[in-house]
């Protein structure tokens, strides 16, 4: 019976650990750092939870073995590992911190070695029950490091502000200087065609969530004293992709109304002027819109030359930052449509015409 404590109690406390290590991903990983979902050795998201869950089931084993038949002496470099393992999920997830989450994973590496070299003269099974943690974390390592890659900000982020994020983080919740927008209808204004539920979802808790992150990612840099255009036009990685997206979704909302009127004149008219008829341009943006791989936004948008054209963005992409004029915009990520429409896009395009606030778009000419 004390035997089989000694090898559930550390199963127990590592699933515990990584439950919490766990709820501070509070947005999907994809969204935070694209650059992830691009990696060529990127397994699919089901992957993470059920290989961490076998892992921490192995080592906790390893020390119930140690316990059982091993030197006691390497219990505290096990537990050594296990807090820089969490850390490892405090910097990342939680401060959005890839640079500091590499150096942490580095000494994680180093540490398993360590402890796999150590137990396995007087408890070999400890050390094998180790060995898939390693070749996983070795893995880790490896993807971690691509997004620092990816995201040179991230990559230059000084001690100095990693330390400012964790005062923001942790003393501070409150600095918020940027908010949600007041939507120009309600909730179940739009409905049937995109319903109240869609809404609740997508503008209360998505762009909520980017606007959140957003503030706390800024917080402590000169991001903070910018307006969310400027951030959009100079940022990169994480935070441009929150600020990005946070105005994107302003954007798309404020250009809906349950109350469409004609279009104006002088609208239809620069679009047929640029496309051949209004149905020719409508045809084309539903095209682009239907056709755009993976998630992201397709815009009209006016150059410097004042000619209008079609821009198809993946992810987080905002003309601004091309320096071109958005005029309207559809988001196609699947959280704009999954609740009305489940994995049919085009009947979301098709239904998403009829809200359109011609006299915004107008108005933006
Ligand atoms: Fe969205």
Redesign the pocket.
Known sequence: MKKALRHIVPVLLCLVAGAVAGSMQTESLAEWYPSLAKSPLTPPAIAFPVAWTLLYICMGLSLGRVLTDGDKRFVTLWFLQLAVNFLWSFFFFYLRCPLAGLADIVVLDLLVILYIRWVRRATPSAAWLFVPYLVWILFATYLNAYIVMENPREKSLSAAAVTENILSNTKNQSIMTHTLPQLPYAMEALSPKMSRETLEY?YGK??QTYIDNLNRLIAGTPYAAMPLEEIVCKADGAIFNNAA?AW??AF?FDTLTPAQQPMPEKLAAALAGEFGSVEAFKEAFTKSAVGLFGSGWVWLVGGPDGRLSILAEPNAGNPLARGLKPLLTV?V?E??YYIDYRNRRADFVKNWWDLVDWQKVAGRL
């Open positions: 997508h998505h762009l997206q994107n979704h798309f988001d990520w959280h704009a």
